[in-house]
């Protein structure tokens, strides 16, 4: 079996531990894109940073689903324990916030990522940047939080656009029972959202719903798996089959609408060579 890679760099917003009011990152913890902070007595790759007002986590590269749900868990113990104990916080299990406009004062909590991502709809073309004003609402502003799975397979000539819709296929229509992501749908969550990367593509339609059920991460980290070994291990001419065989009109409308009983007619369909459910 030809070598495969997993990861993931899933944001998580933080809150009082007693209200339960959502907690900006900025200036509390450090760390950058550029200059991530190490998870002090874990291995190399796993570290910790600020996005905007959110915290992110890192893991490492990993070679199986097992190795990658492993990581993740590792990596949600520390944040748990370095929110408790250094910024009197606890992590708060939602992909959705909104912010009052008195705690996004600090420039970091206005800065948002610069780098576009890619819409598989339109064989990857880039997608419209979010506009800030879409973010505004009564009192203050949403902010919502990405559970991004990097997939690292061996195929050279298949086009990024193309992974990320079989990535709608094996991880975006499964999650529409659970992963109700409200306003970051329309922002964020739309089905083929994506970045190229030099070893795969990183697909970013799925919110962080799966980082607080440990069925779910296992079930995410089975599909990941499983997906980069079908691109990877199939043929071009097979993939090409199957591509042409799948009504990916049905899938982007499941995923957006977070239709469940659409999602499951289509995974029925695609079944033959998708496996696994959430």
């Known amino acids: 079996m030809k070598r495969i890679t997993l990861g993931s760099d899933p944001e998580v917003f933080l809150c009082h531990p007693t209200t339960h009011a959502f907690v900006p990152v900025c200036g509390k913890l450090g760390g950058t894109k550029e200059k ?160 190229p990367t030099k070893y795969g593509i990183e697909y970013r339609t799925l919110s962080n719903f799966w980082l607080f059920d440990p069925h779910l991460l296992q079930q995410v980290a089975v599909a990941a798996e499983q997906l980069a070994v079908y691109l990877s291990n199939t043929t071009s001419k097979q993939l090409q089959k199957h591509y042409a065989e799948i009504p990916w009109d049905a899938v982007q409308r499941a995923i957006e609408s977070e239709d469940e009983v659409l999602a499951a007619d289509v995974s029925a369909f695609a079944r033959n060579f998708t496996k696994g459910d959430f």
């Open 36 to 195: 991530p902070i190490a998870m002090t007595g874990l291995g190399q790759g796993f570290a910790v940073q600020e996005d905007n007002v959110m915290l992110e986590l890192n893991i490492p590269a990993c070679p199986t689903y097992r190795s990658f749900a492993e990581s993740v868990e590792l990596a949600l113990a520390y944040v748990w324990d370095l929110a408790r104990t250094r910024l009197d916080a606890a992590v708060a299990p939602t992909c959705t916030a909104i912010f009052p406009h008195v705690a996004l004062m600090r420039p970091e909590a206005m800065t948002f990522g610069c780098s576009p991502d890619f819409d598989a709809y339109m064989s990857g073309a880039s997608h419209p940047r979010v506009n800030p004003n879409e973010l505004k609402t009564e009192g203050g502003e949403w902010r919502f939080a990405g559970g991004h799975v990097h997939l690292g397979y061996a195929k050279d000539d298949l086009p990024p656009f193309v992974a990320a819709q079989f990535a709608d296929l094996w991880l975006g229509l499964p999650s529409v029972l659970h992963d109700k992501q409200g306003k970051r749908r329309e922002l964020y969550g739309k089905a083929g959202r994506y970045r």
